[in-house]
């Protein structure tokens, strides 16, 4: 089995709707994170969270929101989907004992169309 | 700030063929430096690392070694395979994880 998962794996929606994105990982880790790939501009960080209480803003996270419902469970969430949302959604996780070498783990990614 | 530069792709070459990817980066300090790989329809996955300068990472026939004078982290392989086709991203750690836009590499028989 994945130690990261990603729910859905494709998405089409139509603008103005609310959609989530959810991740889940049975490796342990405490540090997780969302990101979304576009073509040309490689990996931007969403938001990222370093335990169920530690949230944080990544370099574009306009437009979205996040819940970290435990250790395991991060989701990601479009309030009012707009069409520049649509792009590849990619879920990470980091051990953190690594410090500034942490690996990071992805999961499979979700890619998300909005019409 | 901190950034990653790397050579715009496609790369087409031809399998056995020496494979380099040029990364050079920007970055106060000592970073750490990474090289992932996104195989089709998956997610990326660490390929190698280098931690200080003039460490070399190594992994599946891939090299790069961590030069602080030219800051480069270029990827070598010298002899490419048609499964080595993906997308290659370079990306520092310093504060938080700095992402290159990436390299797709194929490789034809």
């Known amino acids: 089995d994945a130690d990261v998962t990603q729910t859905p794996r494709n998405r089409i929606t139509k603008t103005g709707k609310r959609i989530m994105l959810e991740c889940s990982q049975t490796k342990g880790h405490d540090r997780m994170y969302w990101y979304r790939q576009d073509p040309g501009l490689g990996l931007r960080l969403i938001y990222y969270s370093f335990d169920v209480k530690d949230i944080n803003k990544g370099e574009i996270s306009d437009g979205y929101s996040v819940s970290r419902q435990a250790q395991a469970k991060f989701s990601l969430s479009l309030e009012s989907a707009i069409p520049n949302q649509t792009a590849l959604y990619f879920c990470a996780t980091s051990p953190g004992t690594g410090g500034i070498t942490d690996t990071q783990y992805f999961g499979p990614g979700t890619r998300l169309t909005v019409l | 700030g901190d950034s990653v530069t790397q050579m715009e792709g496609p790369v087409t070459l031809s399998e056995e063929a020496f494979l380099t990817i040029n990364c050079t980066y920007t970055a106060t300090g000592y970073p750490s430096l990474f090289w992932y790989v996104q195989y089709p329809g998956e997610g990326l996955q660490l390929l190698l690392k280098?931690?200080?300068a003039d460490d070399k990472g190594s992994n599946k026939g891939f090299e790069a070694t961590y030069r602080k004078e030219t800051t480069s982290f270029h990827l070598e392989k010298g002899s490419v395979q048609v499964s080595d086709s993906a997308v290659y991203f370079c990306?520092?750690?310093?504060?938080?994880?700095?992402w290159g836009a990436g390299t797709k590499l194929i490789i034809k028989p």
């Open positions: 280098a931690t200080k």
């Open positions: 990306a520092l750690t310093h504060y938080q994880l700095i």
